[in-house]
């Protein structure tokens, strides 16, 4: 019996012992995302297994991948200071997005919320909010915004 050469043995072994290195060290990222990393080997061996790892589905990859851009955050947002207490808010959802339709007003307040921390303000009042669709070729997108007067507290006007 044959046997196999030493260096392919000894690149597959330290390959092995870093992905076990790798796997202790990330245990938690892997019980928090497991449905991911499976979804993501999953993809890859049937993509291998059906010839799609070929240039041009690649290239076509890369291209659904720089228009879609998933990694890319769904709203845009813009905070315009008016005076030393008001704030505007402007946010634009990204043209090509799934899902996200109805978290406007959610990410309007977390907006507002980390202006008063950041601040060091007791609160906000919401002066105006509107949102709605924006129709352009050749995709349409919501928008939101509004604007909001960071205050003070009210029962302890020095803090």
Excluded at 19 to 42: I, S, Y
Aim: aromatic share 10%; net charge positive; hydrophobic share 45%.
């Amino acid at each position: 019996m044959k046997r196999p050469p030493a260096l392919p043995l000894a690149c597959i072994l330290s390959l092995l012992l870093s992905a076990c290195t790798w796997l202790q060290n990330n245990r938690a990222f892997l019980q928090e995302n497991h449905g991911a990393v499976a979804t993501l080997a999953g993809a890859a061996w049937t993509a291998s297994q059906l010839s799609y790892l070929k240039p041009e589905f690649l290239a076509g990859g890369l291209i659904a991948y720089g228009i879609y851009d998933p990694l890319a955050p769904t709203w845009a947002i813009r905070v315009t200071e008016l005076d030393a207490h008001h704030r505007r808010i402007e946010l634009d959802m990204k043209r090509l997005a799934t899902g996200g339709d109805g978290e406007a007003r959610r990410v309007f307040v977390r907006v507002a919320n980390d202006l008063v921390a950041k601040g060091g303000f007791a609160g906000f009042d919401e002066l105006r909010y509107e949102e709605g669709i924006e129709s352009t070729r050749p995709f349409a997108h919501r928008f939101a915004g509004g604007e909001i007067r960071l205050v003070k507290s009210r029962h302890f006007p020095a803090l």
